[in-house]
């Protein structure tokens, strides 16, 4: 079945600074979603990729999935504390979405 | 728009007894739901989909008698856990979709603890 893998596990950042999350799936696939979840809280939606070699940016955050349609990577610039949380990417097939392991980023101020 | 509710936000209850679990769309017609579960630190893993009307389908691994999945109408579907154990201890969640290739939209989650 479809794999969805991700790394790292475990981002620690110094605030301002930059830091990347990359996602790789075992089969090509339709869309790629992202998702940020508090501590506590549930996934929060913040983006779809759907088309080969597509960026998109989201203030500080810049999202990019792959020409191969099989990975993708989430970026994000200057980080902040509100930037804490665990981000999941999603990977689309079918109707079905299959999570990655997520990348869980703390922040030291 | 695209609101997602889910009742209860937690439970506790005695080893061997039930648990339903409600998710609701507010704002919008779900013709397909989700449901994942989500254990301490990992990530969501589907358990089922239900699309209204018709039987849910289930992932490899999840138990149908165990997780009884109704999907009665376009915006109520429930999770009901049977003859519940502690290892069904979990962080549930649903997702609702209005059509095939549109956003799932996040419930926020009920916490089942099974003493």
């Known amino acids: 079945g479809q794999q969805v893998m991700q790394i790292p596990q475990y981002q620690h950042v110094q605030e301002g600074e930059d830091f990347t999350t990359y996602c790789n799936s075992s089969t090509t696939l339709s869309n790629i979603q992202w998702y940020k979840q508090r501590p506590g809280g549930h996934p929060v939606f913040l983006i779809q990729?759907?088309?080969?070699?597509e960026v998109k940016k989201q203030k500080r955050l810049t999202f990019q999935f792959g020409e191969a349609k099989k990975n993708s990577s989430l970026h994000i610039t200057a980080t902040q504390t509100t930037d804490v949380g665990t981000y999941f990417c999603a990977g689309a097939n079918d109707y079905k979405l299959s999570f990655g392991a997520g990348t869980t980023v703390t922040v030291r101020a | 728009g695209a609101v997602v509710s889910q009742h209860p936000s937690w439970v506790i209850c005695k080893s061997g007894t039930s648990v339903k679990i409600e998710c609701r769309s507010l704002?919008?017609?779900?013709?397909?739901m989700f449901w994942y579960r989500q254990f301490p630190k990992q990530s969501l893993m589907l358990m089922a989909t239900s699309n209204e009307g018709s039987k849910a389908t289930y992932e490899q691994g999840v138990e149908k008698d165990k997780f009884l999945i109704n999907h009665a109408s376009l915006t109520l579907s429930t999770l009901t856990v049977t003859s519940a154990h502690p290892e069904d201890s979990s962080f549930y969640i649903c997702s609702a979709r209005r059509v095939a290739g549109d956003t799932q939209y996040f419930g926020p989650g009920t916490r089942l603890t099974v003493l």
């Open positions: 990729l759907v088309k080969s070699g």
């Open positions: 704002d919008f017609q779900a013709t397909t």
